[in-house]
């Protein structure tokens, strides 16, 4: 990404000392980079454009949904892939238009559908039987129609993390591969819905080109299949899942995926769509926290407690995620390297950032960031411990700004109420 280290500044992002931001905002602070985020959009949009598709991209806005980053990536041409009522609202909010907008996920509930009928969305990714008739009635009774598309589950093992791969045969997401065709024969006879095509979302951080070659090779047989029935199809959403280098695994290439589209799609004459959201979003974001205290092990490695915690970046707890972690000041990266284990203050031994990790050594006070954290970090925060939302920075060149003032203790409390109706306690 954009990360620097200046002999005199310690760690840049961009050309902003993040020390600089760390002193004024505090910690734990998020620290999103908008040139990031636009060249890694630009990156993508390239790469898909030389391999001479037309392809219309929508962020998936899991990954990062502050309305800050949102509008950077609307201005980037990109569009939006929601999972929510709520991630709809975002987009909407930010001027992201209606027909660059699509729904995807299990269980939309007939308040989200009817937000989407009524905001006239690009279209629906459709999950199962069930969802498309309830879809079909609740456009019919509100006389209108929109397009759907069936999302398939392709029986492909993207050979990802268990938590976070969703197109192998058993697992909650899209439509049996087998069933996908009569049900799209379904949809042409129910009214309220139009099919237009197919999606397929395989997981996330994905490194390779093998799983995607092997599901849009089984998308590109159903659309010929469905075709050979005399059914139209005109979009096939090729979803998300491109994968970061966090540690050492490489990153995924924009143009192998984008040459295993046009492989297995490209000549389909249909136009086609991408739900990129980590591999945009991951390397332009970053964690502020400070060492609370070093805690010393007899005969082992010792312990740096920070002041960010597993309600901050959950990703290390959930999936044992390996993030960067590096001290902020040019002095303290120069340091004598020892081994420690990084953890935070939540009670419980799932908050830990990094076991036996070789870090600079670090004294009580010092400021790290740890890395690769703009996607599925800040969205993913809880308030457990009673610890408030930490802050949120944007920095664009030489400046930055707060996006998101640090939530207070107060405001954590703010909406409760005893059941007298009071809002004091005594
Ligand atoms: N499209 C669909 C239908 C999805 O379910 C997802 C992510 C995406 C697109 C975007 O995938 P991406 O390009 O970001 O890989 N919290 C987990 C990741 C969960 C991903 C869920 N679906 C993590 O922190 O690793």
Same mark, same amino acid.
């Given at each position: 990404?954009?990360?620097? =280290?200046?002999?005199?500044?310690?760690?840049?992002?961009?050309? *902003?000392?993040?020390?600089?931001?760390?002193?004024?905002?505090?910690?734990?602070?998020?620290?999103?980079?908008?040139?990031?985020?636009?060249?890694?959009?630009?990156?993508?949009?390239?790469?898909?454009?030389?391999?001479?598709?037309?392809?219309? +991209?929508?962020?998936? *806005?899991?990954?990062?949904?502050?309305?800050?980053?949102?509008?950077?990536?609307?201005?980037?041409?990109?569009?939006?892939? *929601?999972?929510?009522?709520?991630?709809?609202?975002?987009?909407?909010?930010?001027?992201?238009?209606?027909?660059?907008?699509?729904?995807?996920?299990?269980?939309?509930?007939?308040?989200?559908?009817?937000?989407?009928?009524?905001?006239?969305?690009?279209?629906?990714?459709?999950?199962?039987?069930?969802?498309?008739?309830?879809?079909?009635?609740?456009?019919?009774?509100?006389?209108?129609?929109?397009?759907?598309?069936?999302?398939?589950?392709?029986?492909?093992?993207?050979?990802?993390?268990?938590? /976070?791969?969703?197109?192998?045969?058993?697992?909650?997401?899209?439509?049996?591969?087998?069933?996908?065709?009569?049900?799209?024969?379904?949809?042409?006879?129910?009214?309220?819905?139009?099919?237009?095509? %197919?999606?397929?979302?395989?997981?996330?951080?994905?490194?390779?080109?093998?799983?995607?070659?092997?599901?849009?090779?089984?998308?590109?047989?159903?659309?010929?299949?469905?075709?050979?029935?005399?059914?139209?199809?005109?979009?096939?959403?090729?979803?998300?899942?491109?994968? /970061? @280098? %966090?540690?050492?695994?490489?990153?995924?290439?924009?143009?192998?995926?984008?040459?295993?589209?046009?492989?297995?799609?490209?000549?389909?004459?249909?136009?086609?769509?991408?739900?990129?959201?980590?591999?945009?979003?991951?390397?332009?974001?970053?964690?502020?926290?400070?060492?609370?205290?070093?805690?010393?092990?007899?005969?082992?490695?010792?312990?740096?407690?920070?002041?960010?915690?597993?309600?901050?970046?959950?990703?290390?707890?959930?999936?044992?995620?390996?993030?960067?972690?590096?001290?902020?000041?040019?002095?303290? +990266?120069?340091?004598?390297?020892?081994?420690?284990?990084?953890?935070?203050?939540? @009670?419980?031994?799932?908050?830990?950032?990094?076991?036996?990790? =070789?870090?600079?050594?670090?004294?009580?006070?010092?400021?790290?960031?740890?890395?690769?954290?703009?996607?599925?970090?800040?969205?993913?925060?809880?308030?457990?411990?009673?610890?408030?939302?930490?802050?949120? *920075?944007?920095?664009?060149?030489?400046?930055?700004?707060?996006?998101?003032?640090?939530?207070?203790?107060?405001?954590?409390?703010?909406?409760?109420?005893?059941?007298?109706?009071?809002?004091?306690?005594?």
């Amino acid at each position: 990404p954009d990360l620097s =280290l200046d002999a005199h500044d310690g760690l840049l992002f961009e050309q *902003v000392p993040l020390e600089t931001i760390a002193h004024h905002v505090g910690t734990p602070c998020w620290v999103m980079s908008s040139g990031t985020l636009r060249k890694r959009a630009a990156r993508l949009l390239g790469a898909m454009e030389a391999a001479g598709l037309s392809v219309s +991209a929508h962020f998936a *806005v899991k990954a990062n949904d502050h309305l800050a980053v949102l509008r950077i990536l609307s201005e980037c041409e990109l569009g939006a892939d *929601v999972v929510s009522g709520g991630e709809l609202l975002r987009a909407r909010k930010v001027g992201i238009p209606a027909s660059k907008i699509v729904f995807s996920g299990v269980g939309k509930t007939d308040v989200e559908l009817r937000l989407a009928l009524e905001e006239r969305i690009a279209q629906i990714n459709v999950e199962s039987v069930e969802e498309l008739e309830i879809i079909s009635a609740l456009a019919s009774g509100m006389d209108r129609e929109i397009n759907i598309v069936l999302r398939v589950n392709p029986d492909v093992d993207a050979k990802t993390h268990a938590k /976070i791969t969703t197109g192998v045969a058993g697992n909650k997401f899209g439509i049996p591969y087998d069933e996908a065709l009569p049900l799209y024969r379904r949809a042409r006879e129910l009214p309220g819905v139009k099919a237009v095509g %197919y999606a397929v979302h395989i997981g996330s951080q994905i490194l390779t080109v093998a799983p995607y070659r092997a599901a849009y090779a089984r998308i590109a047989e159903l659309v010929r299949a469905t075709r050979a029935e005399g059914l139209a199809v005109s979009v096939v959403d090729c979803g998300g899942g491109l994968g /970061i @280098c %966090y540690r050492d695994e490489g990153e995924g290439s924009p143009d192998a995926w984008a040459g295993a589209i046009r492989a297995e799609l490209g000549d389909l004459d249909v136009r086609l769509a991408i739900e990129p959201g980590r591999w945009i979003a991951a390397p332009a974001g970053v964690l502020l926290a400070s060492v609370v205290l070093r805690k010393a092990v007899t005969g082992g490695a010792s312990f740096l407690v920070l002041n960010a915690a597993m309600n901050d970046l959950l990703r290390p707890s959930l999936y044992d995620a390996w993030h960067g972690i590096v001290p902020l000041s040019a002095r303290d +990266a120069m340091g004598k390297p020892e081994v420690v284990s990084v953890v935070g203050p939540v @009670c419980e031994s799932g908050d830990t950032f990094a076991q036996a990790r =070789l870090l600079p050594h670090l004294q009580r006070g010092a400021h790290v960031a740890i890395l690769d954290t703009g996607a599925y970090g800040a969205v993913m925060s809880s308030t457990y411990n009673a610890r408030p939302l930490a802050a949120e *920075v944007l920095v664009d060149g030489h400046t930055w700004s707060v996006i998101r003032p640090r939530q207070t203790v107060e405001e954590l409390w703010g909406n409760e109420r005893f059941p007298d109706g009071s809002e004091e306690a005594a």
